[in-house]
């Protein structure tokens, strides 16, 4: 409320003085820069990153010198990067960086992002080369190994459950589950050796075939 009140009088002012004399112009415009750098400032500490990056832009709009509204805006844009790199939305990174970039050209932070994703892009297209199927297979594997966490709590809750009934019933619960736990996470691990080769490999040519020994440009952790 201070602030619009500030404005208003800011503006009655301009109106009633010449502008040349009164400075209004220049007031106006650095109270609005303060205010969309403001507005940035605490759209990014919520993370709430495209309308933090809109306000420092508006500010860059009216000043595009101002050091804060340059620096804050080089750190959103890096910052939506990496949320649309871990999304495989690479194109979408590499623009947030362009926006970047174009405010702090010199910033190594956006070089090596814009590296590292490009170095993502050409491991993406030999994956899909090698195994085109392999996101229904990763999620498939994923799927699987968050099944296990709630196995594993079953275990941990027929522990728990002994520390008040003191039944060696509990203590058989918790060893059959957690044999089949270990026969699914047995199982899961062998698929995902399988997945990594097909990944790496690429698909065998006829059905049935042993799986080749690994000979892909993917590098091995």
């Avoid at 199927?133 to 594993?152: F, M, N, P, W």
């Avoid at 809750?157 to 060893?175: C, H, I, V, W």
């Amino acid at each position: 409320m201070r602030r619009t009140l500030r404005y208003l009088t800011l503006l009655l002012a301009c109106a009633v003085l010449p502008l040349g004399t009164s400075g209004c112009g220049t007031g106006v415009a650095q109270w609005i820069v303060r205010t969309r750098n403001h507005q940035g400032d605490v759209a990014l500490s919520h993370r709430n990153y495209p309308d933090a990056s809109v306000a420092y832009q508006l500010a860059l709009n009216i000043d595009p010198t101002d050091a804060h509204a340059r620096a804050g805006l080089a750190t959103v844009q890096l910052r939506l990067a990496q949320v649309y790199y871990a999304s495989s939305r690479f194109d979408d990174a590499i623009d947030a960086l362009a926006i970047a970039a174009h405010y702090t050209p010199s910033d190594d932070r956006i070089a090596g992002m814009r590296n590292e994703i490009e170095q993502a892009e050409l491991k993406r297209d030999i994956v899909v080369s090698n195994y085109p199927s392999y996101a229904y297979t990763g999620g498939s594997l994923r799927r699987g190994y968050i099944a296990l966490e709630a196995q594993d709590k079953e275990v941990l809750g027929a522990l728990q459950r002994f520390d008040y009934t003191y039944d060696t019933a509990d203590l058989t619960t918790a060893l059959r589950q957690s044999d089949v736990l270990e026969e699914d996470l047995a199982r899961l691990r062998s698929r995902l050796v399988q997945y990594r080769q097909l990944v790496e490999s690429g698909v065998p040519e006829q059905a049935g075939e042993e799986l080749a020994p690994p000979a892909s440009l993917l590098p091995l952790p």
